[in-house]
């Protein structure tokens, strides 16, 4: 059983940034396979990001160039540093973690609002 607590949502202006982080449990994170979701109102569940475990990162089109994911295995911490937030950008954000199942943390709001 894998246990994720995302934190570092919160309410911004356009142009800002906010950095979430994702702390999981288990002494075998190097091995998960981390990603950020998001769930807009009225809206499916959408990728935004995902780090492999070698480190490679894949992007969905809409936050190409503004966001980025990162992992510090030694904190078992997987992070998402937005920058350039847009209103189009509320939504909550969901950790998740791919090790032989299937793990969400709870979610963290982000709102993007003048």
Known sequence: QVQLVESGGGLVQPGG????????????FRR?????????PGKQRELVAVITTSGGSTYADSVKGRFT?????????VYLQMNSLKPEDTAVYYCHANYYGSYWGQGTQVTVSS
């Open 69 to 77: 994911i990162s992992r510090d295995n030694a904190k078992n911490t």
């Open 17 to 28: 940034s906010l950095r979430l982080s994702c702390a999981a449990s288990g002494s075998i």
């Open 32 to 40: 998960y396979v981390m990603s950020w979701y998001r769930q807009a």
